[in-house]
């Protein structure tokens, strides 16, 4: 069994490699427990190396996670990575308490077939005990988590081309939720219960429903700015890298805000209440307290006040390095800018201490 869900004390690059880039964070501790930013950098990947998070070109995707260690500049060789929760089946299931974790494992591959509809020889496989079943005292609930081996290989793969070594393969999801204790701390009240992270990156959109702490319910759909990019390369005859520059650092002609930017961010602030309806309708709530922005398009300005107003709901950005300090090689503006679209990462590097 790969770890999926097993907790690791020890130095950890998180590597998130998403549609266009290859992100990485290296955190420490410094006495009393606060965390430290000691590296992260993010580097883009070649054109279709990765398409809708499956890596079609290993070699591409490790040569750009070398240069993501390179640029940081951290020496730490082993790495937690990620797998697209879209890949993962999860499932809670019911198993006598007092078994230790060897008998656990093997009692879970005996009964694995009534639950993951491939063969176990395709899989990895993993589980966590959640703790005692509500009601009965003699079962523990049980987390199985579950991916295609290929899910899991060709990232284990591309890692090792780049010199590293996996000693962690996660789910996009829970590293969202061991992030999100940060981006709680930061910008919201103890009153608030239930929120909605959604992360809008390049060509993925996912939302992630945190329930008293705890994630209840993660969804993944096809859209992000990707598309914003291929309408800057149609309206003004760019290519797709120019297009891609001139979004991020300005010097498009005047009426790229009013019409090209505006309505790629009306988009999005529908996009985003799709995403809570699909939430409303798969639980109890008819609304969340907090809505939180993550991924590269969070960083669009203006758009927190925009879905906000649209909404109704109370919208912010997501900074899980709000109440960090870092090491002199981490420039404050660049970190901040760039933090929305690290929240996997984060969540992977904190693996070393949880």
Same mark, same amino acid.
């Given at each position: 069994m790969l770890p999926f869900l097993q907790k690791k004390k020890q130095p950890l690059l998180g590597i998130d490699i998403s549609s266009t880039s290859v992100k990485l964070v290296e955190l420490g501790q410094q006495a !009393?427990?606060?965390y430290r930013v000691e590296a992260y950098s993010v580097e883009p990947l070649p054109s279709n190396a990765v398409v809708e998070k499956n890596i079609a070109e290993v070699e591409a995707v490790g040569e &750009?996670?070398?240069?993501?260690v390179k640029k940081a500049g951290t020496r730490t060789k082993e790495c937690a990575l990620a797998v697209p929760s879209s890949a993962v089946i999860t499932k809670v299931i019911t198993m006598p308490a007092g078994l230790n974790d060897m008998d656990m494992e093997g009692q879970i591959r005996l009964e694995a077939d009534q639950y993951i509809p491939y063969s176990l020889e395709e899989v990895n496989l993993d589980f966590e005990v959640i703790g005692p079943t509500p009601n009965n005292p003699e079962t523990v609930d049980v987390l199985l988590a579950a991916s295609r081996s290929e899910n899991v290989e060709m990232r284990v793969s591309a890692a090792q081309y780049a010199g590293l070594t996996p000693k962690v393969v996660d789910i996009e999801a829970y590293t969202i939720e061991n992030t999100f204790p940060l981006i709680d701390g930061e910008v919201t009240g103890e009153e608030k219960k239930i929120f909605a992270i959604v992360d809008v990156g390049a060509t993925m959109t996912s939302i992630n429903v945190i329930e008293d702490g705890k994630l209840s319910y993660t969804r993944e759909q096809p859209f992000g700015g990707k598309q914003l990019t291929e309408e800057i390369m149609r309206r003004y005859g760019l290519s797709y890298e120019e297009a891609g520059l001139a979004k991020k650092e300005g010097g498009l002609p005047d009426n790229y805000g009013p +019409?090209?930017? +505006?309505?790629?961010k009306e988009t999005m602030a529908q996009q985003v209440h799709r995403f809570l309806q699909f939430y409303f309708a798969a639980s109890q709530y008819s609304a969340v307290d907090q809505i939180v922005l993550a991924g590269g398009c969070a960083a669009i300005p203006g758009i927190d006040e925009l879905i906000e107003e649209r909404? !109704? &709901?109370q919208t912010t950005i997501a900074n899980p390095f709000g109440r960090m300090t870092h090491a002199s090689r981490v420039t404050p503006q660049r970190l901040s800018n760039d933090a929305p679209s690290l929240l996997i990462a984060c969540g992977l590097a904190l693996r070393s201490f949880t």
């Open positions: !009393g427990g606060r &750009t996670l070398r240069k993501a +019409e090209v930017l +505006e309505p790629f909404i !109704g &709901t």
